[in-house]
């Protein structure tokens, strides 16, 4: 496919790769993308009794706005958090779409457009990622990423001091691959050799983030990327994130291509339901490395 090649130019991931990168000649309309965060922006616009029949701290919900987030165990401080968000599951359309907001009017059927484009633009990505890792092209199909895709729709609302708030706090996604629109405002950053990078938008571009689950399966050659959000007194911001899933029940673990019996290729992590790894990732508010050490496996040295 001649948008498959033109992709893998820009995008294919080399062994050990940095773990966020954009995605540009995707494939995914521009008409999508923004008739989705036009539509988006305004269910945010409007009045909050509107907003308010959706709003649910219950974490089971379909889809819900809720307010903040959660402190980070690593903070010692007492940052706020400085977001609403739209959660909801998005894919597969047909099955959830009863769930979604119906206002905007647009809101669905745009939504529907989104969540269809950027779920195969995901799977094209994992495509080029198992081909890039050596493993067989369809190794992230089936259970590993057949759960329903999960969106934020992250609203930042312009912050009198930012010094005072977080948009959101230092975490890796939790799942295999995220697909972010983050607009054209800045406020993402992710962290580089201890420091923290602002991302800077590019038009229509996805920053595509590798998540734990990711991590784990490929026994620690991707990496998660640590990012967090910052904010601004000059504009509100809005990002999109569509987190790929796998299904709950099924059993995750590190490649059976990626770890052999020599020291440097033993497993790194144990094996692990979907369901564990959301229950590890509530209890440690998505730290990489609290995360990470939850299911690391401790080989003993043999003298
Ligand atoms: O707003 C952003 O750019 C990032 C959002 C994010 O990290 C998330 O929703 O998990
Ligand atoms: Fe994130």
Redesign the pocket.
């Known amino acids: 496919m001649a948008a498959d090649r033109s992709l893998a130019r820009s995008w294919r991931p080399a062994r050990s790769m940095a773990s966020s990168r954009h995605a540009v000649n995707h494939g995914v309309g521009e008409d999508v993308i923004q008739g989705f965060r036009e539509a988006a922006a305004e269910f945010f616009r409007m009045p909050a009794e509107a907003k308010l029949k959706h709003y649910s701290n219950e974490h089971n919900k379909h889809c819900r706005v809720f307010s903040g987030s959660v402190t980070s165990h690593t903070d010692t401080n007492d940052i706020r958090y400085w977001r609403d968000c739209l959660k909801l599951r998005c894919y597969p359309v047909d099955k959830l779409m009863d769930h979604w907001p119906s206002q905007p009017e647009t809101f669905r059927e745009r939504l529907a457009k989104y969540a269809v484009a950027v779920q195969e633009l995901a799977q094209r990505l994992l495509r080029l990622i198992a081909e890039g890792l050596g493993l067989d092209s369809q190794f992230f199909e089936g259970d590993l990423t057949g759960g329903e895709t999960m969106m934020?729709v992250?609203y930042?609302p312009r912050c009198p001091d930012p010094s005072l708030t977080l948009?959101?706090r230092p975490?890796s996604?939790r799942y295999i691959l995220?697909v972010?629109s983050?607009g054209d405002v800045t406020?993402?950053q992710v962290k580089h050799k201890g420091r923290w990078i602002g991302v800077q938008p590019m038009r229509n571009a996805f920053?595509v983030n590798f998540g734990l689950q990711l991590e784990m399966v490929t026994n620690g050659v991707l990496t998660s990327v640590e990012?967090r959000?910052v904010t601004n007194s000059a504009k509100a911001?809005m990002?999109v994130?569509t987190l790929i899933r796998p299904n709950m029940g099924c059993r995750i673990r590190p490649a059976p291509m990626m770890v052999n019996g020599e020291t440097n290729h033993r497993p790194k992590y144990r094996d692990f339901t979907g369901s564990e790894l959301i229950e590890a990732y509530e209890a440690t508010a998505g730290n990489r490395e609290a995360l990470l050490a939850l299911f690391r496996i401790h080989h003993t040295k043999l003298l």
């Open positions: 934020n992250n930042y948009g959101i975490h996604d995220t972010l983050q406020g993402l920053v990012h959000v911001r990002s994130a």
